[in-house]
């Protein structure tokens, strides 16, 4: 029978063109808008009317600990470089075994935008956490 409770949000990993990464420890920016445009109708009187707009998608930011794994890196600085390169990713999320996947969120030719380093704190005692951030041009949940 079917669990009517909601999903944890800490079990999810991500896929890059078949490739998953699961060491990301967050992950926001999953969204779109569909504007509204107002224009007035000739003859309709004061009567404003809206049409929908273009959809509009977030930006994706992912948080990782940093790690000797530089294909992210690599990835991102393609961009700098002038050689943006498009990719299909896939978030995926988990059921509470950590394994079963119960939602997946596909982005469309996605490509990094940003890239913020690890704050470096000699007094502190964390983890050393990246983050990048990815645009995309549709969505869709599978």
Not at 25 to 48: D, M, Q, T, W
Not at 59 to 72: K, N, P
Not at 78 to 98: E, H, I, K, M, P
Not at 104 to 120: E, I, P, S, Y
Request: proline share 4%.
């Amino acid at each position: 029978m079917p669990s009517n409770d909601p999903y944890r949000a800490y079990n999810f990993k991500l896929d890059i063109q078949g490739v998953v990464y699961g060491h990301f420890s967050a992950c926001s920016g999953l969204n779109f808008k569909v504007p509204s445009i107002a224009y007035r109708e000739g003859g309709a009187g004061g009567a404003i009317r809206k049409l929908p707009g273009r959809p509009e998608y977030g930006d994706l930011t992912l948080h990782y600990g940093l790690s000797d794994s530089i294909e992210l890196w690599e990835w991102a600085t393609s961009a700098v470089q002038g050689r943006v390169q498009r990719r299909n990713v896939s978030v995926l999320l988990l059921d509470a075994d950590g394994v079963t996947e119960v939602v997946r969120w596909n982005l469309h030719a996605a490509w990094v935008t940003a890239w913020n380093g690890a704050k470096l704190d000699s007094l502190a005692n964390e983890v050393a956490i990246e983050r990048v951030t990815l645009t995309f041009e549709s969505l869709e949940r599978a």
